[in-house]
């Protein structure tokens, strides 16, 4: 009997591909910990899995601010540690190049919540924290439902603002919508005061955001100093709110786009399971989408045959119609052996905003 219990776990590696703090110590965001070691311990207790996981933790600076270089150093790391999959790289400007490492050198499934489709590929999955397609579809269609007609777009120098942008323009295209301004930025803007002249100057009835999110530093103030306070929306950048009160005042009035809705029944029943655990209700995306990525996890774990990085990737192909607390009620999660991209129907994003006094839903549901 003591063979048949001295099991090794089975590691899953989580990968942060920012450091946002000076010291670089902030490797595990609770809610995102917390709600992960929540699902793993639940499948054990159940019986869905027969041996405990090991969450392996890593964290690189990647672009924006960082290299892709210090991400695929620390993906090998975590393959070396023995890690059956991997969730993340996290940041869309970073997938490519790791996809390709992942590909010639490691052979390992990943996971990200990033968007880009650039990401996909034999070994990489997503479960995108919104996309670089779908994105734009939304914004275009909120734009018109609340008749707004000439567009100015704020959009960061970098490879997922353009990815935005040329959606966005797509979509603006079908929905009849003129875009009359285009404000670039960097990355890692300090100072709105230009880009907010050029676009009042077009005289445009609402602005949109596509980028990584540092772009909004010091654009709401170059608002204030002119007077202008014009409808505005950005993508899932908005998600960067909740991270701290410095960054939550950058989406100050604007309207953004997350994955949580609180009329999902599958997300509210593992919410109260998370505050019964650890006396606390994270009502936003971040616990939803780490209870899906690590679902996944459990279900490519438990019918991988053998326990290796291909039987867990084969496995991850048969996940099926998997109910999500992601996004708004109906959500699912399917995969497929030519399928990487998991949520199936246009649910899995909602529009909220930021007034100073909380967060609230502006739009659940489906866009159409």
Request: with cysteine.
């Amino acid at each position: 009997m003591a063979l048949a219990k001295d099991v090794e776990p089975v590691k899953v590696g989580f990968l942060l591909d920012i450091i946002s703090d000076p010291e670089g110590k902030s490797k595990r965001p609770p809610d995102l910990a917390d709600a992960m070691r929540l699902v793993f311990d639940d499948a054990v207790e159940n019986g869905v899995l027969d041996r405990p996981i090991e969450i392996v933790y890593g964290q690189a600076q990647g672009l924006p601010r960082g290299s892709v270089k210090a991400v695929i150093d620390e993906f090998g790391r975590l393959v070396d540690e023995g890690c059956v999959i991997v969730l993340g790289p996290q940041i869309s400007e970073n997938t490519s190049a790791v996809r390709e490492a992942i590909e010639e050198r490691f052979r390992v499934p990943a996971i990200t919540m990033a968007g880009s489709d650039k990401w996909l590929g034999d070994w990489t999955f997503n479960l995108c924290n919104g996309s670089m397609s779908d994105e734009p579809a939304f914004i275009a269609q909120m734009c018109k439902r609340n008749g707004h007609k000439r567009i100015g777009v704020l959009v960061e120098r970098s490879t997922i603002g353009q990815e935005y942008l040329s959606f966005f323009r797509s979509f603006c295209e079908i929905e009849g919508l003129d875009i009359v301004a285009e404000a670039v930025v960097a990355q890692n803007s300090i100072d709105g005061r230009a880009a907010v002249a050029h676009l009042k100057a077009a005289d445009c009835d609402s602005i949109v955001h596509w980028g990584f999110g540092y772009g909004l530093f010091g654009f709401n103030d170059a608002l204030a100093e002119v007077g202008w306070d014009p409808p505005r929306y950005c993508g899932t950048a908005f998600e960067n709110g909740y991270a701290t009160e410095e960054l939550r005042d950058l989406h100050l009035g604007w309207v953004g786009l997350e994955q949580y809705d609180e009329e999902n029944p599958v997300a509210q029943a593992f919410l109260a399971r998370f505050e019964a655990r650890y006396g606390r209700r994270p009502e936003y995306y971040m616990p939803f989408l780490a209870h899906d990525l690590a679902n996944c996890c459990v279900q490519a774990i438990a019918n991988a045959a053998p326990l290796s990085p291909r039987g867990v990737k084969e496995a991850l192909e048969r996940v099926k119609m998997m109910p999500a607390a992601s996004g708004s009620a109906g959500t699912r999660i399917s995969f497929g052996q030519w399928t990487r991209r998991g949520w199936m129907g246009a649910g899995y994003l909602t529009a909220r905003s930021f007034t100073g006094d909380g967060f609230k839903t502006e739009l659940r549901g489906r866009y159409s």
